[in-house]
């Protein structure tokens, strides 16, 4: 079984930076793909940014230009986030997975781990 734990999730103003990191403990590891999803209360999750080993990212567009995602050892994920807008409020979760290929779709096909979330709020 994965473990995930992210941090960083912090309160700024717009137009503000934060980097949000996930380190993945247990087995297997150096799993296919990592990503970063987000969720709003009433709204369905969304993917924002996966990576997978070959370290070729795919982004959801609103955050193209803006956000930045990188894996450090095989089970860390950081997401670099600039510039940062209100609509980028919400709990953003740490998934991981080891499906075929990386996808911004949270179906389970793709991802098998989650992490608890960190709460980014951006103020207008």
């Known amino acids: 079984q994965v473990q995930l734990v992210e941090s960083g999730g912090d309160s700024v103003q717009s137009g503000g930076s934060l980097r949000l990191s996930c380190t993945a403990s247990?087995?297997?590891?150096?799993?296919?793909?990592m990503g970063w999803f987000r969720q709003v209360p009433g709204k369905a999750r969304e993917g924002v940014a996966v990576?997978?080993?070959?370290?070729?990212p795919i982004y959801r567009d609103d955050v193209k230009g803006r956000f930045t995602i990188s894996r450090g050892s095989p089970d860390t994920v950081s997401l670099q986030m600039n510039s940062l807008e209100f609509e980028d409020t919400a709990m953003y979760y740490c998934?991981?997975?080891?499906?075929?290929?990386?996808?911004?779709?949270?179906?389970?096909?793709?991802?098998?781990?989650w992490g608890q979330g960190t709460q980014v709020t951006v103020s207008s």
């Open positions: 998934a991981a997975g080891n499906a075929d290929s990386c996808s911004l779709s949270g179906a389970y096909y793709y991802w098998q781990y």
């Open positions: 990576i997978g080993r070959g370290g070729d």
């Open positions: 247990g087995h297997p590891t150096n799993n296919a793909c």
